[in-house]
């Protein structure tokens, strides 16, 4: 399978890596949007590139007809826009804030934890803390958000937020950035008689990597919209 990379960072350079290993070619490694004429020899493009870029190289890929596996974050307000274009052109996308198989399965144990405690919710508080390197530009993490719409879908919470200034019905999301950490999220649910706690850390890019390129091989021969809920089967 002859791939596109599109934003050649760290993750972009992780993905390369994993799919060479994977047996697959690398039709291009790019850093600024594509052509078409970059695109035409690619069958599948893996996006992780900037939230101001992301939507015009998302675009032109399903407008070429080349299945798109997209992994940035901060963009998600012209993803209606997206999923738009994808059915006008009977198109295949794929995104998620977060390609970890670890992470995915995390995201359901997530929202487990959250139903099962639904009926006993006024007694307890969520929060959730992200931990990420110092390079990462949007905060609250989208694997952070995401946690916290598990949360809300099965819970009476109501909206997420940024600092202490929090009412009985809000999420806390606390973002940490520091050097060289791969991310690790924590949920927390603490009541007076006792804390649950479930955590999630990633050692390296890898596991990210080797999610976007397996997304990336599921999605070749497929048309919509998917998530790794779908690549999964969970």
């Known amino acids: 399978m002859n791939i596109a990379i599109i934003g050649y960072g760290k993750m972009g350079k992780s993905i390369e890596k994993i799919a060479r290993i994977r047996n697959h070619k690398i039709s291009l490694c790019y850093d600024d949007t594509p052509s078409s004429f970059l695109l035409k020899d690619s069958d599948v493009a893996i996006e992780f590139s900037q939230p101001d870029t992301a939507f015009k190289n998302i675009k032109i890929c399903i407008e070429n007809n080349i299945p798109t596996v997209c992994g940035t974050t901060g963009w998600l307000e012209k993803f209606e826009i997206i999923k738009k274009i994808c059915q006008e052109k009977n198109g295949s996308f794929l995104y998620s804030s977060n390609f970890s198989i670890g992470m995915n ?3 359901e144990i997530n929202e487990k934890l959250s139903k099962l405690l639904f009926p006993y919710s006024e007694n307890y508080e969520v929060k959730i803390e992200e931990i990420h390197h110092k390079e990462k530009i949007d905060k609250p993490s989208g694997t952070s958000i995401s946690l916290a719409k598990g949360i809300i879908q099965n819970n009476v919470k109501k909206k997420w937020i940024l600092d202490e200034r929090k009412t009985k019905d809000q999420i806390l999301i606390i973002s940490k950035r520091f050097e060289n950490v791969a991310g690790t999220h924590i949920v927390e649910y603490e009541s007076q008689i006792e804390n649950i706690k479930i ?9 990210f990597a080797m999610g976007a390129v397996i997304a990336a091989e599921w999605i070749k021969n497929r048309k919509g919209i998917f998530s790794m809920k779908d690549v999964l089967d969970i």
């Open 105 to 107: 399965i995390f995201f």
């Open 199 to 207: 955590q999630h850390k990633a050692h390296n890019r890898e596991g």
